[in-house]
T-cell receptor
Framework: AQTVTQSQPEMSVQEAETVTLSCTYD???????LFWYKQPPSRQMILVIR??????QNATENRFSVNFQKAAKSFSLKISDSQLGDAAMYFC????????????FGKGTLLTVNP | DAGVTQSPTHLIKTRGQQVTLRCSPK?????VSWYQQALGQGPQFIFQ???????QRGNFPDRFSGHQFPNYSSELNVNALLLGDSALYLC???????????????FGPGTRLLVL
């Protein structure tokens, strides 16, 4: 079974600085997708960024980028120029697709942004 | 463009009771997934409905059941509530049948269930 591990329960960053959130996963699949979701206090889960395992190039979305290391099964999220609105719980998630339709989530990292 | 909506936002029940949660998918979506998120945990997959059938089920007991209607909306039913069923229940919708391997799941705001 696939598992997703987020080893940092909490992280903090100063406004305008950069922070990296860690995620490792375990799978025997060769083709899959990885995601970072953000869950602010409003509770709504918002997709931040997606990475296809077959792509070697790391995904980027504005201030958000990932470091995908397939051999190491590592998928970290870098937030540059942190803003107060980035404060939220961040979840790493795995999806294998095909006939497996579920997202498997880690336990999350609570990010605090200090002004 | 209406996003995923869920009702009610909060609910309080007592042990042994039954509860029904509702979800309307994002406009144009035909698939609904349900997740349970316990406090301090990541969401856990309950099941997914497509074409009014349960397409995949997670590791949850039969007390958890669901339904999808012809308009693609969905209900999650939980019978014989236990204290441990207290959680945030998230609904996610997606569009299937496009031939793509990945179906982006969009989440609703959730229903907070408290079982006393």
């Amino acid at each position: 079974a696939q598992t997703v591990t987020q080893s940092q329960p909490e992280m903090s960053v100063q406004e305008a600085e950069t922070v990296t959130l860690s995620c490792t996963y375990d799978t025997s699949e060769s083709d899959y997708y990885l995601f970072w979701y953000k869950q602010p206090p409003s509770r709504q889960m918002i997709l931040v960024i997606r990475q296809e395992a077959y792509k070697q190039q790391n995904a980027t979305e504005n201030r958000f980028s990932v470091n995908f290391q397939k051999a190491a099964k590592s998928f970290s999220l870098k937030i540059s120029d942190s803003q107060l609105g980035d404060a939220a719980m961040y979840f790493c998630a795995y999806y294998s697709g095909g006939s497996n339709y579920k997202l498997t989530f880690g336990k999350g990292t609570l990010l605090t942004v200090n002004p | 463009d209406a996003g995923v909506t869920q009702s009610p936002t909060h609910l309080i029940k007592t042990r042994g009771q039954q509860v029904t949660l509702r979800c309307s998918p994002k406009s144009g979506h035909d698939t609904v997934s349900w997740y349970q998120q316990a406090l301090g945990q990541g969401p856990q997959f309950i099941f997914q409905y497509y074409e009014e059938e349960e397409r995949q089920r997670g590791n949850f007991p039969d007390r958890f059941s669901g339904h999808q209607f012809p308009n693609y909306s969905s209900e999650l039913n939980v019978n014989a509530l236990l204290l441990g069923d207290s959680a945030l229940y998230l609904c996610a919708s997606s569009l299937a049948g496009t031939g793509a391997r990945w179906e982006t799941q969009y989440f609703g705001p959730g229903t907070r269930l408290l079982v006393l």
